[in-house]
């Protein structure tokens, strides 16, 4: 629960000169692992409070789409660790080199804020406490032996040793109930009792001895003791933060970010693709009539939509245009060949209605004009919960705007040429069902860059070390990549052709 | 296979039933654990089954005399019982939906005969004997001890479901409190049986030739004697090819099941008895002590368990808001009422024997002709009748539950 002073402190937003919340370190968090029992009590600055919470919600969506890819414990584990070393590390008390006290104070407030944005429904409760478990038990399993025993007894979790007598007197019940423990290890071997409510797990599986309502818990299932405590804990803050929450609606400013923070949940967290100003990273510039080809070979269903029905009516209502024209722009399209693009495009209209209605807003998209922002273009978290499309629009996400035959039969159309069949569709229209769509687009990433070798991609590396897709910019920008990396190993050189029609019309010059 | 004498239990029936025997009082303080209405009782849901299947959800009471109240003029076939919600039941719609959980509910068995219908020869589906009543038996011997044992809970009340069940209510403070995921890590715990029809083997609750967990262990000792009573002599369950062939599937020992396959072919008249002795004494010749025998002794305790051990409707059991039938509601097939039975008098109960709703009336009426005509009044009419004894049952055990409550409430009241 949130006392009124830290309340304030997430609320009012002060800067506080960077710097000053190191002090005293060494005694603020002495454990790498956390049981949150305690909610920070300094004041954090706004930006702070919203890089802690993204920076976390990436690891925990992950975890969840690791949950409805079926990934087995082992491979969600990799890919944790590895997310977690990307934006959350958090280093054992041994690694001197690195700031323990900051990454650990991250860890904290992270956790904190995503209670505040998690805990006002039931769904977002229980998912959140999913993933939080899950992400505690794979650090637990990565805890250094020794630094995890002072962790633990650290705190009271309420289990009573059994002593000698009690031992001895069930010990054939004791043995009989772990079938793994050898006789002979028995006398070395711990046991502590719990009341039974505690370790339903093991009780479930019969994996404890029952005596009375206590369960006589070995020592090698302790940690179901503790996952177990960890979760009854953080269900029942999350249900007092839930209640306590309404009075939060005071701050403007934090309002906006849960809830952008809580739908990030639900659409995985924005990458950010903004930062592009015409030209893409690999320094080649994107001409007009290379978006064809691209689209066909590169982008997601989304914007392969846009683009269909962009030929197909040789017009694009506004959020169309929108969603459509800052992908581009962020694909590395300049303003020149943009207007070119969508000068061409709009095929049914004059010169001059071109110029008075469509030019402006081609050149305001590009900072050009107005306020001149520079636009960044939009996430899938954006594209999935903002601007619902209407009856005569195209933007939107297909995986979620579209009913569940016209999906499979767009999949279909857009991708049977990069090997999609319809025997994947059960698949990813079973994540699709369950609402995970970002997992159904990462899924047909996968399935349309597979192969073997260089710049192919098996299932479950999504965009790159599991990553599912969040941006549909990153989404085509890995698929180029690929082609890149592929191109280059089987001969170095751009012209070389490829097998198929994968090589594209200029394809033709080696000759 | 028994006769049912179906008598007639017309809607007239129902609604003296209600107004002159069925113990309300006594319902409310079992499930109120105290004698004033608390939540446990005005949070409860109730759910009324009216003429031609119209379903009545979320109905709920502030007193015994609203309750009875609203029953006789509704006059259901039969109502079920349900959590105490964290609102009203009838105010559910106005609350807010995350508001309207549900907070507590006797963790609750069904034991039912249909499950046993891959075992039972005597009787098939709807029917049940007092021979076939004898794997209920089994089954309520089991299960009362474990669940006192290994969970140590001590308000259990068994009720006879009205025609080939019986249902297990459990209303200590803890159990009331359980989360459907601790409900579900019981059911777990308990059941053994797994598989349908086209599973041979249905018990796998051990690790390869591993003894068995404790509990389990536990529950087969009264199982054995029970096995050779009741599967081997009284059902003859292996009498049959079918019922041989069943056995045999459970076999580990492929060699040992041709040599008994061969044998029973050609001698038909072997009894279960036989066959089971003719099994142990293909064992007794292994090596003692080889994995074989040790494979062996365990697939023997496996079948047994299989045979005997209680087969539990898992789902009734893992959730909070499942519905149970109300105890003394009258089977409206049967016409004989839902009474408390005692888990030590299990092996004597009688399926056949229950009162039947017509027959208390008729009790009834004897007694009130004999008798003066009193007052309008019936409120312990049931006193004059056979179902005096399972009331004060019923009555008995609530008052067992609030001296507890009582108890705890004390000690609560000293320790600030
Ligand atoms: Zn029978």
Redesign the pocket.
Known sequence: MFSNRERAAFSDGTVKREGQVYKHSTLKYPHRLNFYDRPPLEDVTIEEFETCAIDRLRILAEIESSFVRNRSFEELKTVTNAQCLKYLPLHSSTATSEDLEGERRKDHLGHFILRLAFCRSEELRRRFVKAEITLFRVRYESDDTKEREEFLSSRDFDWIAVDKDEKEKFRRELLAASPNLKAELFEKEKFYKVKWTRVPDLVEKRRVFLKGGWAYVPSREQSSIIFQAFQSSLERALEATARALPRLDEDTRIMPILNNLSQGFLAGVPSEWSGNDGSSANGEAIKAEMIDDLARKHFPLCMKNLHDNLRRDRHMKHYGRLQYGLFLKVLGLSIEEAIAFWRKSFSKITEDKFNKEYRYNVRHSYGLEGKRANYAAKSCQQILMNDQPGPGDSHGCPYRHFSEDNLQSALLAAYSHQGLTSSDLPEIMHAVKSQHYHVACTRVFEITHAGSGVGTVKKGEGVGGGESVTHPNQYAARSRELEKAKIESLGGNDDVPMKGEEGGGDAMVLG | ??TEEVEGVTPEVMLAFYRRLYPFKSIVNWINHEHTPTKLFTHREFALTLERDVYLRYQCFETVEEFKKKVCSLNPTRFEIGPVYSVKPKDKKSARQQAFTPLQRELVFDIDMTDYDTV?T??KEA???????AFIAAAVRVLDSSIRDQFGYKHLLWVYSGRRGIHLWISDKEAMELTDEQRKAIVGWIAVIQGGKDMHKKVNVRQGTKPLPPSLQMALEPLVPCFGDLILADQDCFKSDDGWEDLLHLIPDKNIAEILRRKWNKDDGRSSEDKWDDLKSEIKKTDKGSPTRVSLQAAMEDIILQYTYPRIDAEVSKHRNHLLKAPFCVHPKTGRVCVPVDPQLIDDFDPEKVPTVGQLLKELDKVVTTQDMEGAEHHSDWEKTSLKPHVDMLDRHAMALMDQVRRSKRAADLSW
């Open positions: 296979m028994s039972r005597c009787c029917g049940i004997c007092k021979r076939c009543w």
